[in-house]
T-cell receptor
Framework: NAGVTQTPKFQVLKTGQSMTLQCAQD?????MSWYRQDPGMGLRLIHY???????DQGEVPNGYNVSRSTTEDFPLRLLSAAPSQTSVYFC???????????????FGPGTRLTVL | KQEVTQIPAALSVPEGENLVLNCSFT??????LQWFRQDPGKGLTSLLL?????REQTSGRLNASLDKSSGRSTLYIAASQPGDSATYLC??????????????FGEGTQLTVNP
């Protein structure tokens, strides 16, 4: 299994540009999520999904959209990039969304995004 | 709002030393607690997960304890090695029904083990 994969690894955008960060997992996990990691703020949840067709907001959703058309993929869209979105973005997945407090969350390698 | 604090922020030790990393959280109503390792420029690797009903978990040279009532967890690393150098993150999860399985992270302890 490849686990959780993310592309691209690095990206530089200009303010106002849009882009999609890709995330895929091959473990048939129902639950997927996006976090951003910033110095002094730790990791914060942006959006999450408990299964195909179901998404919800996390702690810091503004400026980001997500969709979950398949179990495997959970892309994160920046509609109009802002310098405040400069961060490292991590995608994560776990087996089930509910009921299993033994479920480990698996993280991808991250995407480093700079918005100029 | 759940807050997670990790002390110390950075730690430098000689190889072979036993060490303890600390994590505290403000809301004791947690679902589970995980310790992660993050290498520079890399993603997070899960080290140990402790269920809310458990007191400790062990994996090799690592032992994590949980005292839910006092809001504390420790990660004990025995016989440290230079390869243990990384940032160690503590994260707590509230009940999925109320939090969407959100993990609340501490800012981490940056560990350096010197040969």
């Amino acid at each position: 299994n490849a686990g959780v994969t993310q592309t691209p690894k690095f990206q530089v955008l200009k303010t106002g540009q849009s882009m999609t960060l890709q995330c895929a997992q091959d473990m048939n996990h129902e639950y997927m999520s996006w976090y951003r990691q910033d110095p002094g703020m730790g990791l914060r949840l942006i959006h999450y999904s408990v299964g195909a067709g179901i998404t919800d907001q996390g702690e810091v959703p503004n400026g980001y959209n997500v969709s979950r058309s398949t179990t495997e993929d959970f892309p994160l869209r920046l509609l109009s990039a802002a310098p405040s979105q400069t961060s490292v973005y991590f995608c994560a997945s776990k087996r089930s969304p509910f009921g299993w407090n033994t479920d480990t969350q698996y993280f991808g390698p991250g995407t480093r995004l700079t918005v100029l | 709002k759940q807050e997670v604090t990790q002390i110390p922020a950075a730690l430098s030790v000689p190889e072979g030393e036993n060490l303890v990393l600390n994590c505290s959280f403000t809301d004791s109503a947690i679902y589970n607690l995980q310790w992660f390792r993050q290498d520079p420029g890399k993603g997070l690797t899960s080290l140990l997960l402790i269920q809310s009903s458990q007191r400790e978990q062990t994996s090799g040279r690592l032992n994590a304890s949980l005292d839910k009532s006092s809001g504390r967890s420790t990660l004990y690393i025995a016989a440290s090695q230079p390869g243990d150098s990384a940032t160690y993150l503590c994260a707590v999860s509230a009940a999925p029904e109320t939090s969407g399985s959100r993990l609340t992270f501490g800012e981490g302890t940056q560990l350096t083990v010197n040969p």
